[in-house]
């Protein structure tokens, strides 16, 4: 599932309602304009506190959608 990009304040809300709706059928998470490792940071640990506060077994995994330079270094 794609998300908004974490600079936007629809990212975190959009996580929690992926996450808690699809459950252990979620496989993984889109994210795009990527830019900066904390982006990933960021979506990793929410996925993880979501995981363990709703009692959802296994991991996702999260596609970093590069698409600028800056995002390239």
């Known amino acids: 599932m794609r998300v908004n990009d974490v600079t936007t304040h629809w990212c ?3 996580l929690e309602v992926i ?3 699809a459950r252990e059928h979620l496989h ?3 994210l795009p304009k990527v830019e900066d490792e904390s ?3 960021f ?3 929410l ?3 979501l995981e363990l506060e709703h009692g959802i077994p296994g991991r996702r995994c999260i596609e970093a959608q590069i698409e600028t ?3 390239m270094v």
Do not use: F, P
Request: proline share 0%; aromatic share 0%; hydrophobic share 35%.
């Open 12 to 14: 975190h809300r959009d």
């Open 19 to 21: 996450v808690t709706g």
């Open 28 to 30: 993984g998470i889109v």
């Open 39 to 41: 982006h990933v940071h």
């Open 43 to 45: 979506v990793h640990h």
């Open 47 to 49: 996925l993880n506190q």
């Open 69 to 71: 330079v800056r995002g």
